[in-house]
């Protein structure tokens, strides 16, 4: 499926190094023959790629704010000029010689970071790289102080998949999914915070790459109630097709595509960041394990519901692949405290479901159908404190001769208000219907 974007990126980086200027120290062994910019909202990736693995050693300057990289017996033959324009970190990279076999690269910044570099080795199409991450410290305090409160917003963490230099599965006539995921994941979002008592955060916004342990974290960040991230699926043959929802599971996928999958996703990881690996160390897996025995139990069952309830809203819409919801061990659902789920909008590599994809009429439709579900389920389930929560309590069933502004009229809260608790199109109600009544 990769094979056309690792062509093209090869073809890319090619041309590039063609036409790139030359600061070179005269006997330097080893290269930086490509530098690649990543900017997201609140940090921004560099990546150096490299001819071989390479000895570095770096600094803070402050006043301007500056991260000085010192590179041993290695030269600079890449482009630097007009790589930081898109970033809101990084204003600048330049390159100096520092000495006859050294090379210094200086990169200026528009406000305090903290730096995480790392040495990658080569994995198809890439070879030796280094990773330079600047973190904005001060946009995440800022996430940080979003602090529980009464009547509060329950919040839908929503993931985009794939993005930056990780196209996600790349259909027949070219459409990549990490562009597809990120369109319905707007819609989706549009429509959570157009409903009061829901708040929408998107893991990424643009197209950069982020890691599924930096995916997570953002939800957990953002204490977010349930996490839905939004791919499509692909095969490597055209006729699979239709849409499915994937709920954490702590066992190994329960069925064949499952196991499929999470090798597929596994690869994605290595090709966007394989730094996950090195940061993940043993100690961490040991504490997710704590925290999966712990709390595992009730992310899954609500996680499942959810699930369920857009497997509901979908069959409306599209094809189900699968009817009821399968369980997969993906990095993206493995995080224990926050019910998180996965929805395969349809198959990318079937030529139909393709051209579906990437019409803004079917992606409004997946936008809606996943919303509604989750809108109803939380109405039906609010955790406590929240606005939800406030509508759940009271409740009225409907007698004989009873009209909705009657009922309104009783509880002295509007027509709308109960319409928008209970969800309901028209104002007909039935005899023996229970309505949820909301306190005004
Ligand atoms: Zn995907």
Redo the contacts with the bound molecule.
Sequence with gaps: MWLNSIIRIILINSLLAITIGFSMPAFAAKNVKNVRVWPSPDSTRVVLDLTQSIEYSYFMLSNPERLVLDIKNTSINAELSNLAQSSDILKNIRSSTKNKSDSRLVFDLTSKIEPIIFALKPTAPYGNRLVIDLVDTEAKVAENQKKMESDRDIIIAIDA??GGEDP??IGGKGNY?KRI?LAISKKLEALINKQPGLTAVMTRTGDYYISVHGRTEKARNANADLLISI???AYHTPHPSGAGVWTLSPRRANSEIGKWLEK??KH?ELLGGAGDAIKNTTTEKYLVRTLLDMSMDHSMSQGYLVAKEILGELKDITKLHKRSPQSASFGVLKSPDIPSILVETGFISNPKEEKLLINNWFQNKMANSIFTAVNSYFKRNPPDGSYFAKFKDVKHKVKRGESLSLVAQNYNVTVSKIKEANNLRSNNIKIGQVLSIPQS
């Design positions: 998949g794939h996600g599965s999914e995921t791919h499509a699926d597929k996703e994605s």
